[in-house]
């Protein structure tokens, strides 16, 4: 089983988007996937259609509890051939329980045996910092997915991760963690900044960058709000075409990507936002015509911002 851990210390740079789609794209390549959330942030499990809070049991029990196996944890994604092993806050707290235990770095690995059998590929969503889990899900590692967004500080963050690799690999294994690859996200082709951080990049690390990038795309941003995939939300769409051919790219498939057909076309935000603040006491400031309209009757009235002049 491939095991690609998606990391990069560097928030904001597109990782979590890169780990749901790009699982989907792969499943839709009729490969059998596990996408592990191992972030306590839980993005790739809401962007999957889950509510974190009402799990009964997330990647936490299996990594926390030996008697919990990783299969029984597995949910159903609303691709058939992707399954999601969710995440939730308690996540938080597995890097103080498991660095209690002796060799923590292998918990993931071993975890994985069990089901290596039932899957092609494991894509695991790290979180933002090199603690225990991500470390674990280095080492378990046989690929790894820098996604790299064409900014300086995206920089710092790879330099941090390349380290890491290193000091990994002398550790435990030379081929843990043995593919490293640098996918650039959220490109802008018309800034400067942009172009030159691409082309410093190819230059340097040549080959270890993937010709896909993936450019800037709202349906990227919307797609979470409907608890689905790019591929799924706006199969058309840029950003669904340009993870299918990332796919293509890891399974060294030369065909051309052609985009789906035959969904409508959904536009905006998916979810009233007012349920994510439900439990929160409401601001005092409010204002009271508001209260009778729908937001999706608000948002045909036009915006209401500080006009600053230039």
């Given at each position: 089983?491939?095991?690609?851990?998606?990391?990069n210390?560097?928030?904001g740079?597109?990782?979590?988007?890169?780990?749901?789609?790009?699982?989907a794209?792969?499943?839709e390549?009729?490969k059998?996937?596990?996408?592990?959330?191992?972030?306590p942030?839980?993005?790739?499990t809401?962007?999957l259609?889950?509510?974190?809070?009402?799990?009964?049991r997330?990647?936490y029990?299996?990594?926390?509890r030996?008697?919990?196996?990783?299969?029984?944890?597995?949910?159903?994604?609303k691709?058939?051939?992707?399954?999601l092993?969710p995440?939730?806050?308690?996540?938080?707290?597995?890097?103080?329980?498991?660095?209690?235990m002796?060799?923590?770095?292998?918990v993931?690995?071993?975890?994985?045996?069990?089901?290596?059998?039932?899957?092609?590929?494991?894509?695991?969503?790290?979180s933002?910092?090199f603690?225990?889990?991500?470390?674990?899900?280095?080492?378990?590692s046989?690929?790894?997915?820098?996604p790299v967004?064409?900014?300086y500080?995206?920089?710092e963050?790879l330099?941090?991760?390349?380290e890491?690799i290193r000091?990994?690999?002398?550790?435990?294994?030379?081929?843990?963690?043995?593919?490293?690859n640098?996918l650039?996200?959220?490109v802008?082709?018309?800034?400067t900044?942009s172009?030159?951080?691409?082309?410093?990049?190819?230059?340097?690390f040549?080959?270890?960058?993937?010709n896909?990038?993936?450019?800037?795309?709202?349906?990227?941003?919307?797609a979470?709000?409907a608890?689905?995939?790019?591929?799924?939300?706006?199969?058309?769409?840029?950003?669904?075409l340009?993870y299918?051919?990332?796919?293509a790219e890891?399974?060294?498939?030369?065909?051309?990507?052609?985009?789906?057909?035959?969904?409508p076309?959904?536009?905006?935000?998916?979810?009233d936002?007012?349920v994510?603040f439900r439990?929160?006491p409401?601001?005092?400031e409010?204002i009271?015509?508001?209260e009778?309209?729908s937001?999706?009757?608000?948002?045909e009235e036009?915006?209401?911002?500080?006009?600053?002049?230039?």
């Amino acid at each position: 089983m491939k095991t690609i851990a998606v990391v990069n210390q560097k928030g904001g740079c597109g990782k979590t988007t890169t780990a749901v789609n790009l699982s989907a794209a792969l499943a839709e390549q009729h490969k059998n996937v596990l996408l592990i959330d191992l972030d306590p942030q839980a993005h790739a499990t809401i962007g999957l259609g889950y509510d974190p809070d009402v799990l009964e049991r997330t990647v936490y029990d299996a990594l926390a509890r030996p008697q919990i196996d990783l299969a029984d944890v597995l949910q159903q994604t609303k691709m058939d051939q992707l399954m999601l092993a969710p995440a939730s806050i308690i996540l938080a707290s597995a890097d103080i329980e498991l660095s209690q235990m002796p060799q923590k770095e292998l918990v993931l690995g071993n975890r994985l045996t069990s089901v290596r059998d039932d899957f092609d590929v494991c894509v695991v969503d790290c979180s933002p910092s090199f603690g225990v889990l991500t470390i674990s899900a280095l080492v378990a590692s046989t690929d790894v997915i820098v996604p790299v967004q064409a900014h300086y500080y995206s920089m710092e963050g790879l330099r941090r991760v390349m380290e890491t690799i290193r000091l990994i690999r002398d550790r435990f294994h030379p081929y843990s963690a043995e593919n490293v690859n640098i996918l650039l996200t959220l490109v802008e082709d018309r800034t400067t900044l942009s172009k030159q951080i691409q082309i410093q990049l190819r230059e340097f690390f040549g080959s270890k960058v993937f010709n896909t990038v993936i450019h800037t795309n709202v349906r990227l941003c919307e797609a979470p709000s409907a608890g689905e995939s790019v591929l799924l939300y706006a199969p058309r769409s840029r950003g669904a075409l340009e993870y299918r051919a990332l796919a293509a790219e890891m399974l060294d498939d030369a065909e051309d990507i052609k985009p789906a057909r035959g969904k409508p076309l959904r536009r905006g935000i998916q979810k009233d936002l007012s349920v994510l603040f439900r439990d929160l006491p409401r601001p005092k400031e409010e204002i009271p015509e508001y209260e009778a309209a729908s937001w999706k009757e608000r948002e045909e009235e036009p915006l209401q911002t500080n006009r600053i002049p230039i």
